[in-house]
C-alpha cells in the first residue's frame, strides 16, 4: 500500500459533532476486524466477495494486501466502526481500474462517514496510478448508491438480476464508476511545468 499525500491517522468530524478516528489497516487489527465483520447484519455483509464473518477469511483479508492500493478503518472507542478498500488488479488491461468497498457498522451508518471514507479512498486513486474506479451495488441499496453519487460516481452499467440478496431474490447488479483520470493529467501538467531551478 502506498500514499504519497496523505497522513494518518486523521481525525475527522462527523456532521452530528462526533469524532472518529481514520486509519490505514494493520495485520494487528485482526481479531477487532474478526469483531467488526461479526458484528455486521447478513445484508450488509452479503454484498462482501468473500464470507468475512470466518476468521480465517480475515486472517488473509488484513496479510493478503499486494492488490490494495489503500485499506482504511475507522474507530471510535477503540472499536473498528468502518472498513474502506481500494483495490486493482495486478495485470492485464484493467491494470488502471480500481474497486472500491465500504462497509459502515450499522450504530454508525446515516452519519456522514461512508461519504469521509469514501473522500480518501478517491484521493488516494490518481497518486497510484487509477484512472477509473468502480464500485458494485445491489439494486435497491438506496444508500450505498447516494453514498457513491454523493463523490462523483455515475452509474454505468445494470446487470440485471445478477445477483441473490440475503433472502434468495434476485436482484439487479449496479455498476458505478468514477473517472478519476482528469485529477492524474492535472498532477502530471503540474509535475512538468515544475522546475527545481526555477526562479535561481
Ligand atoms: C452503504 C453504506 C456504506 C453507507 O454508509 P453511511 O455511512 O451510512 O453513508 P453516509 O451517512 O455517508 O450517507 C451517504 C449518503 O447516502 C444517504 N443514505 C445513507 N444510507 C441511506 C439509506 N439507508 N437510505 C437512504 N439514504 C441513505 C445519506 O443520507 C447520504 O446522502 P446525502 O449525501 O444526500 O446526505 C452503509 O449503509 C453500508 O455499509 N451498507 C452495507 C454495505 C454496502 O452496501 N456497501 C456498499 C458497497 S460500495
Not at 461519504?115 to 445491489?138: D, F, N, S, T
Not at 493529467?185 to 509535475?191: D, G, H, I, R
Amino acid at each position: 500500500m502506498t500514499l504519497e499525500h496523505e497522513n494518518f491517522p486523521q481525525t475527522e468530524l462527523l456532521p452530528d459533532g462526533r469524532s472518529v478516528v481514520v486509519r490505514e489497516m494493520t495485520i494487528s487489527d485482526e481479531p477487532r476486524m474478526v469483531e467488526f465483520f461479526q458484528s455486521l447484519p447478513l445484508e450488509d455483509r452479503n454484498f462482501l466477495r468473500n464470507d468475512v464473518s470466518k476468521p480465517d477469511v480475515v486472517h488473509r483479508f488484513v496479510r493478503e494486501t499486494e492488490d490494495l492500493v489503500l485499506a482504511l478503518v475507522a474507530e471510535a472507542n477503540g472499536r473498528i466502526i468502518a472498513s474502506a478498500t481500494i483495490e486493482r488488479g495486478l495485470y492485464g488491461w484493467t491494470r488502471h481500474i480500481g474497486e472500491v468497498r465500504l462497509v459502515v457498522g450499522r450504530p454508525w451508518q446515516r452519519h456522514g462517514l461512508a461519504k469521509v471514507l469514501l473522500r480518501h479512498l478517491v484521493r488516494a486513486a490518481p497518486g497510484a496510478g487509477l484512472e477509473l474506479i468502480k464500485g458494485y451495488v445491489a439494486g435497491g441499496k438506496v444508500g450505498a448508491q447516494k453514498a457513491l453519487e454523493a463523490m462523483g460516481f455515475k452509474k454505468e452499467a445494470i446487470l440485471r438480476r445478477h445477483v441473490k440478496d440475503v433472502a434468495g431474490r434476485r436482484r439487479d447488479l449496479l455498476i458505478y464508476t468514477n473517472d478519476v483520470s482528469h485529477i492524474w493529467e492535472k498532477m502530471e501538467a503540474l509535475n512538468a511545468d515544475f522546475s527545481p531551478t526555477q526562479g535561481e
